[in-house]
């Protein structure tokens, strides 16, 4: 299952870069929460999937981004953690629910 859930990360994060928008961004990371759910990921793996994506966007050098990039990976970074928050808060996460 990690090693799926690590390539279908990976697939994010190329997303992630390429996107033309800051709401693209979001589309893009909602659809991919959206599609693990839909294929019935147990709500503990797409915690840990949020925390790895997040911790692998932390580890990219902007030196080494362009300026649309950086910006991508600064609104999925939010993004995710704003997600994450919700997630923690919610009462659906004791019955294993996103």
Aim: proline content about 2%; overall charge positive.
């Amino acid at each position: 299952m990690s090693i799926l859930l690590n390539e279908y990360g990976a697939e994010l994060i190329s997303k992630i870069l390429v996107a033309g928008s800051q709401e693209e961004v979001k589309f893009i990371v909602n659809n991919s929460l959206k599609n693990l759910e839909q294929n019935k990921v147990n709500a503990e793996h797409i915690a840990g999937f949020i925390d790895t994506t997040i911790t692998q966007l932390e580890t990219f050098n902007p030196m080494k981004k362009d300026s649309k990039q950086w910006s991508n990976i600064k609104m999925a970074r939010i993004h995710l953690q704003h997600i994450k928050r919700e997630f923690e808060l919610s009462p659906g996460k004791k019955e294993g629910k996103i």
